[in-house]
């Protein structure tokens, strides 16, 4: 039967070919819209880690300046100072632990043609790989030893070791950072968190590094955060020991917790850090830090805009807008064929098989519309590449969730449409059509 | 004369096909005003005038390779170099780019020694050539001269003597006084910094921020791992010199990586929020517009042919072509009326929810109202030629099949 109704159905939409393919276009360009808006949010809504969003936390603490709070949602500052996570990195509590942040360093080799270039670097402890789940395709991380003293040794990310080593193995051979040698220890696979959880302060959907460094280095290259530093007090300290020993935050701390008593533990330490510190004179403020699970993480930073939200509550009433327009075209055109649902409902067909046939042809126009509308949004989700000059290309793109979601929108915005024209038609009296015949 | 009554017991027949052509208009009208407070609210923030010549400006960073750098010598000599190209009017180093979105920030007093209270400004570390290599309008007081000028390193101590700033600063620091002269502090400190000069206006490093356009800056050279010039070329010679700039320099001196970038590029990496919600938006209006006006046009086609015989009998009674074209326009004003009328309702409720939960514009009345009337001509536009076909149908219509 059903296959009868589909055959008729596009029979009927042959019928009158302008009025169904206005619809089929209000139709696509609707689910157009919409998914195109839909796909951005959903893709910049995206979790990593969501697989460890019960044990990892980000760690905010309240240092800041004893006269205002820090500008940020929960008014803490969102990283935290060298000296404060100097002293977290020596509990011995969390399961994993990462003190880290952005860099950036020139690459040579010696002995060859490679062209200088600068890489995006990120100086972190060791842990970052097995906290974060980054897999290894050659070697491995260095020794934890190598977060507290300077020990030149690489991880680069599979690019990197494409560009500088043809993709060689090259765990054991030797690059110049800043005109330093470098031993390369291992190399990871191809790691590109979107948006990039782990370092939400520098643009979120940012490629990840490729290289990376161990924590110990610092004081060895005198190396500044190439991410954001904000400070507060003036009280300058000579030289780098002083802005090391400063409070200034640019470091950003992550730790695995596995179970509630373990992060009621930590708590305890982050507590005991504060008060200690307070002894000393910092701390001013009240008591106050914060352990945010990536998901809050993600919100907190506010990754999906007020903007972002905007569009997607437009996109929604546009997609009302063509469901009404199609409402209204739909009831025009089975208000015209109603002569022949008289003649089927005089013929025998109850009220419910012309209810049923009708909605079906609804719903060919909704596939027909959403097949479209998938075209019609890749186009859009292209447009909006090109606008945003290459900085998001990796979240405007569809994946087959989305397709499928944009078939099903479309299927459901033209049910939603035909319900109404459809029980229309059902309800029709027979008689004044077979009169007139 | 519009034959009102007849008319709206017409409708109220087919009442529901008018109501939806009603609610369309009014969802559209509720959707197209506020996006278009928010376009007219984007495109007046990126036209802001920036108070840089951001058509001829390239922007330079580099990073040497070696360890033991002389960067205050390679400064010295690249600027030597750059200036003496073809084609540029000046070159100028800087800590950071304008208009960039990264930049360096600091909160400044009016009194010594002061904690809070203060003022943001970001503030860049230059030399006595940036007003003429950013095009820069000094409007009080002096530049800066080479006396002025000191190179540090970075973990110096060191507190700036002198500062030029953006007339929007010295406003907010000196309300209606001369600031030329006057004296201001980094926080927590005693240190003072002369105001030898004021600029007309440079919007700074980040163009959302609520402070934009509150700027100071010092003739410093800040040595470090990497720095930043920036080169004013003639006007339409931007591009030529920037293909010669990298090896230039790369020739001075190969041991390092040179990055470059014209100031509009960065300038429009700023603003691409905006402009995305610019270009969608107006997309979006552009597209509803024109999906109610293919709906409106379907729906009148469909209703004259539904009554071609009421119109054949009308005709055939005397009433003339234009009777029956303006019998349908009247029609489709008379539903686009309500339906605009309950649009702005629906509007300024949306507004409402646009200005308190995500911080959009206020929509104004008279914007609103633009918005209707546009909204009420497309109606009438898509109604017009179905309207004129109708009065074609011929008075034999109402004869033929009675």
Redesign the interface.
């Known amino acids: 039967m059903i296959g009868y109704y589909i055959s008729l159905a596009m029979r009927s939409l042959r019928g009158t070919p302008?009025?169904s393919t206005?619809m089929i276009?209000?139709i696509a360009?609707?689910v157009g819209?919409c998914m195109?808006?839909l796909t951005l949010n959903y893709m910049m809504s995206q979790n990593a880690l969501a697989h460890k969003d019960d044990v990892l936390y980000a760690v905010q603490l309240d240092g800041w300046d004893p006269?205002?709070a820090a500008d940020t949602p929960n008014e803490l500052p969102w990283q935290l100072t060298y000296q404060d996570a100097t002293a977290l990195l020596r509990s011995d509590i969390p399961t994993r632990q990462v003190a880290m942040h952005r860099f950036?360093f020139?690459v040579?080799l010696d002995e060859s043609e490679m062209r200088?270039?600068?890489a995006e670097a990120r100086i972190t402890t060791a842990d970052f790989f097995g906290l974060f789940d980054v897999p290894f395709l050659f070697g491995g991380t260095w020794d934890a030893a190598a977060d507290l003293s300077p020990v030149q040794q690489v991880v680069l990310s599979k690019a990197t070791n494409d560009k500088v080593f043809g993709g060689e193995i090259s765990v054991g051979k030797t690059i110049?950072l800043?005109?330093?040698p470098f031993t390369v220890v291992g190399i990871i696979d191809h790691w590109d968190p979107s948006p990039k959880v782990y370092d939400l302060n520098n643009s979120p959907f940012a490629e990840s590094e490729e290289i990376y460094i161990p924590f110990g280095l610092h004081r060895k290259f005198?190396i500044?955060s190439w991410g954001n530093t904000n400070g507060w007090?003036?009280?300058?300290e000579?030289?780098?020991e002083?802005?090391l020993q400063g409070e200034s935050v640019w470091i950003q701390y992550w730790v695995e917790l596995d179970s509630a008593a373990q992060k009621e533990k930590y708590e305890e330490f982050l507590t005991g850090h504060i008060r200690q510190q307070k002894e000393q004179g910092r701390f001013q403020r009240p008591l106050k830090f914060a352990l945010s699970k990536p998901s809050e993480w993600l919100v907190l930073n506010e990754v999906l805009?007020?903007?972002n939200?905007?569009?997607g509550w437009?996109?929604l009433?546009?997609l009302?807008?063509?469901v009404?327009?199609a409402?209204?075209?739909l009831?025009?055109?089975f208000?015209?064929k109603a002569p022949e649902a008289g003649v089927r409902r005089a013929l025998g067909a109850s009220r419910n098989a012309i209810f049923i046939q009708h909605l079906i042809e609804s719903s060919c126009i909704g596939v027909l519309g959403g097949l479209l509308g998938i075209l019609l949004s890749l186009l859009?989700l292209g447009?909006?590449r090109q606008?945003?000059?290459g900085?998001i290309d990796q979240i405007a793109s569809m994946d087959w969730l989305m397709v499928l979601a944009a078939i099903g929108l479309a299927v459901l915005a033209s049910l939603l449409a035909g319900l109404?024209p459809a029980w229309?038609i059902s309800r029709t009296n027979p008689s004044i059509y077979l009169k007139t015949q | 004369m519009f034959e009102l009554k007849p008319m709206l017991s017409a409708l109220w027949r087919n009442k529901i096909s008018a109501l939806l052509i009603a609610v369309q208009l009014a969802l559209t009208l509720a959707i197209v005003s506020n996006a278009t407070v928010i376009v007219q609210d984007r495109l007046e923030k990126m036209a802001r005038p920036t108070g840089i010549a951001v058509s001829d400006i390239i922007s330079v960073t580099f990073m040497p390779v070696p360890v033991n750098y002389d960067m205050a010598g390679a400064v010295a000599a690249d600027l030597e170099l750059l200036r003496n190209m073809p084609g540029v009017v000046d070159a100028t180093v800087t800590n950071q780019i304008p208009l960039s979105g990264s930049g360096s920030a600091s909160t400044y007093f009016t009194e010594p020694n002061q904690e809070i209270g203060g003022e943001n400004a970001n503030y860049y570390q230059t030399d006595e050539h940036f007003i003429d290599t950013l095009g820069l309008n000094l409007v009080a007081g002096r530049n800066f001269t080479r006396a002025d000028f000191d190179v540090i390193g970075p973990n110096d101590t060191y507190e700036p003597r002198v500062a030029i700033i953006t007339q929007k600063f010295a406003d907010v620091m000196f309300p209606g006084e001369d600031a030329v002269g006057k004296y201001f502090y980094s926080g927590g400190d005693g240190e003072p910094r002369e105001i030898i000069g004021v600029v007309e206006r440079h919007l700074g490093a980040w163009p959302s921020w609520s402070k934009a356009g509150q700027v100071a800056f010092y003739p410093l050279l800040v040595t470090g791992n990497h720095k930043r010039y920036l080169i004013r070329t003639e006007p339409g010679q931007r591009d030529t010199v920037y293909k010669q700039i990298e090896e230039k320099l790369a020739e001075r001196d190969p041991q390092r990586v040179i990055h470059l970038d014209t100031l509009s590029k960065r300038m429009a990496q700023s603003y691409i929020s905006d402009n995305v919600m610019v270009k969608v938006l107006s997309a979006v209006m552009t597209l509803l517009t024109f999906i109610v006006a293919l709906g409106i046009i379907g729906l009148t086609i469909f209703w004259i042919n539904q009554r071609n015989k009421q119109i054949g009998v009308r005709r055939a009674l005397g009433a003339t072509r234009a009777n029956i074209s303006r019998y349908f326009l009247v029609e489709n004003t008379l539903i686009a009326g309500a339906g605009l009328a309950i649009g702005m309702a629906a509007a300024q409720v949306i507004n409402h929810f646009m200005v308190n939960q995500f911080s959009q514009p206020v929509l104004s009345i008279p914007t609103l109202l633009v918005c209707a009337l546009i909204l009420l001509g497309v109606s009438v536009t898509a109604a017009l030629v179905p309207a004129i076909r109708a009065a074609n149908i011929s008075p034999a219509m109402a004869t033929r099949s009675v």
């Open positions: 302008i009025l206005l276009a209000a360009v609707g819209a195109t808006v006269n205002e950036g020139t040579t200088p270039f600068t110049n800043n005109g330093e005198e500044f007090s003036h009280s300058n000579e030289g780098y002083g802005f805009r007020d903007d939200r905007v569009l437009l996109s009433a546009f009302l807008v063509c009404v327009n409402v209204a075209l009831l025009a055109k208000l015209r859009g447009g909006v606008l945003a000059m900085k109404y229309r």
